[in-house]
């Protein structure tokens, strides 16, 4: 998805440098950009959660992090944010370059 993500983002940049893409790719860069952030903090998590396998081998409700403020977020919905916006951004894209 990261891959797919930042091809588009390259595109888009290009279209706007050559002015033929308008305003609105902003919204597709920033949803693309958010997404990739939760593939970062998905992908972050692997070594915290394989160390605490012992405790519970449901990983998606086990908190991704040690850190106080991210400790709240289980994992289910940190990869679900990443899929959502993902799909956002893609339907954004595809409006943009259809206009």
Request: charged residues 5%; contains cysteine; proline residues 4%.
């Amino acid at each position: 998805m990261v891959a797919v993500q930042t091809a588009l983002i390259a595109f888009i940049g290009v279209g706007a440098a050559a002015g033929i893409l308008a305003n609105a790719a902003n919204w597709t860069v920033a949803c693309f950009a958010v997404s990739i952030s939760f593939a970062a903090w998905v992908l972050s998590a692997i070594p915290y959660t394989v160390v605490r396998f012992d405790e519970s081998l449901d990983i998606y409700h086990m908190n991704p992090s040690s850190a106080p403020i991210l400790c709240r977020v289980p994992l289910w919905l940190m990869a679900t944010l990443q899929h959502v916006f993902f799909a956002t951004g893609i339907r954004s894209c595809i409006c943009v370059i259809c206009r």
